[in-house]
């Protein structure tokens, strides 16, 4: 099966680039998402975090 597969995405022209896109992609993700939670605000993340535990009184349980 898996020779099947890899004989057929062989015959594809310029399939070769995706992996490298997907990569990219993935790579260039985690970058800034590192960036961002060494660069964010400990407030924000504080409130953030609280903001399961809080208790509402509007809110009702079906």
């Known amino acids: 099966m898996l020779k099947f597969v890899k004989n057929h995405m062989e015959s ?7 992996p490298i ?13 590192f960036y961002w939670v060494f660069t964010a605000k400990k407030e924000y993340i504080k409130t953030v ?14």
């Open 12 to 18: 594809i022209a310029g399939i070769e680039i995706y």
């Open 21 to 33: 896109i997907s990569l990219l992609i993935f790579f260039i993700f985690f970058v800034v998402l």
């Open 49 to 62: 975090s609280q903001l399961p535990l809080e208790n509402h009184q509007n809110d009702t349980i079906l």
